[in-house]
């Protein structure tokens, strides 16, 4: 028989993965443009993260993606103002949208999409298989009780 500890060796708790921050991607980064209006930014790249009271020309974004089992990722967003209007922006490496999301189900082994359409052959047997005795259409009900009682004085 084993031993606690050779067995706590074999079992690690499972850790859920942290994701923090807002995710920026290329194409976010991309569409802006110097010159354009704090509102605009926002529009583009959401709220940032970091907004400070002492740096009010800079806004930055940190996003923060920590798994089990692997290194984490951070990704750095800066983006700088001359008044109300943005100057430049500054970035780590930022990947596509779609890099991103299959980061984000690399886990997941790839699995074959079923064809979302049916064949006629398909329908005809479906409809064999699921084609249960005719069952008469039921006559409708129109006798309906009374809404009054009758007789009896009020």
Same mark, same amino acid.
């Given at each position: 028989m084993p031993s606690a500890s050779s067995v706590a060796g074999f079992v690690t708790p499972y850790k859920v993965d942290v994701l923090q921050g807002n995710v920026v991607t290329r194409e976010q980064a991309q569409a802006l443009q110097p010159g354009m209006a704090r509102d605009q930014v926002r529009g583009v790249l959401g709220s940032p993260l970091l907004a400070s009271v002492f740096? #009010?020309? $800079?806004?930055?974004?940190?996003?923060? !993606?920590k798994r089990q089992g692997q290194p +984490? &990722?951070? $990704? =750095?967003?800066?983006?700088?103002?001359? @008044?109300?209007?943005?100057? =430049?922006?500054?970035?780590?490496? !930022?990947?596509?949208?779609?890099?991103?999301?299959?980061? !984000?189900?690399? $886990? *997941?082994?790839?699995?074959?999409?079923p064809p979302l359409e049916a064949t006629e052959e398909q !329908?005809?047997?479906? &409809?064999? *298989?699921?084609? @249960? +005795? #005719? %069952?008469?259409? %039921?006559a409708p009900t129109t006798a309906y009780p009374p809404l009054e009682t009758t007789g009896a004085p009020r």
């Open positions: 740096h #009010a020309d $800079r806004w930055d974004y940190v996003f923060t !993606l +984490p &990722q951070q $990704r =750095r967003v800066t983006v700088f103002f001359k @008044g109300d209007v943005m100057d =430049r922006i500054e970035s780590d490496e !930022l990947p596509s949208e779609t890099e991103f999301v299959s980061s !984000l189900d690399a $886990r *997941r082994k790839a699995e074959k999409v !329908l005809k047997a479906f &409809q064999g *298989r699921n084609a @249960g +005795p #005719a %069952a008469a259409p %039921a």
